[in-house]
């Protein structure tokens, strides 16, 4: 399975909403703004990039020497309809500075320095340590999962279904009238598929060997398929 850094790094990089927190001096709500882009350097630090004049901005501008604390809070959601859809949400908190990073004219990259972070996912809830961020990389085919998970679940709705046939004695949960098989989750390792019908559950199923890019993808899911046909 992906390690919660892992995790947290594809959330990062992928294309879920985020929000940037920012706590204001008076003591008032934090200042939240959504940042236009979002990379992760060399070290670990989060560079998230904002029109120049943003709120947020200013305030890191502001500091001097002294540090404001930034939270960045991501959450995701499935791209499929499927009930309780949100997938993950993370929190990533450090010092918030202005910086050098890849930004666009009139826009200003502030960089977020990792010191905790939390994710609470379809896996499980745990903190990431800031050193096992900085070292993860993201999931190979998150730049596709959505896309991905939308095509199984429009264009090959029968196939996923086939894969009840590989849960044992739950292999009957789809028996029933209305019982539906919705793929909600896909990254390296396997595919997570969540099965409505008498009960709702998710069940995970594993790739043969891990894929690096949508070519291995194809195989695997192949490989899944015939599996549940036999």
């Not at 501008?61 to 540090?67: L, M, S």
């Not at 009957?172 to 997570?192: M, Q």
């Amino acid at each position: 399975m992906p390690s919660a850094a892992e995790r947290t790094r594809t959330l990062v990089q992928g294309t879920c909403s985020a929000v940037l927190l920012v706590p204001r001096p008076d003591g008032a709500q934090p200042c939240g703004l959504l940042p236009s882009t979002r990379t992760v350097g060399p070290d670990g630090g989060v560079f998230l990039v904002f029109p120049a004049g943003a709120g947020t901005v200013r305030a890191a501008a502001r500091t001097r020497g002294g540090e404001v604390t930034g939270v960045l809070e991501l959450t995701d959601v499935a791209p499929v309809s499927v009930p309780h859809r949100i997938r993950a949400r993370a929190r990533l908190s450090g010092p918030l500075t202005e910086g050098p990073g890849p930004a666009e004219p009139g826009h200003t990259a502030l960089c977020l320095e990792v010191c905790e972070a939390y994710v609470d996912d379809l896996w499980g809830a745990e903190p990431v340590a800031p050193e096992d961020f900085a070292a993860a990389v993201p999931d190979p085919l998150v730049e596709h999962e959505a896309e991905l998970l939308q095509h199984l679940h429009a264009a090959h709705s029968a196939e996923v279904r086939t894969l009840a046939g590989l849960l044992g004695d739950r292999s009957e949960v789809l028996s029933g009238a209305g019982g539906t098989a919705v793929p909600v989750g896909l990254d390296r390792f396997g595919l997570r598929v969540r099965f409505i019908g008498g009960q709702c559950f998710d069940a995970r199923f594993d790739f043969p060997e891990p894929v690096r890019d949508v070519t291995g993808l194809r195989r695997a899911m192949l490989a899944l398929f015939d599996a549940a046909s036999r």
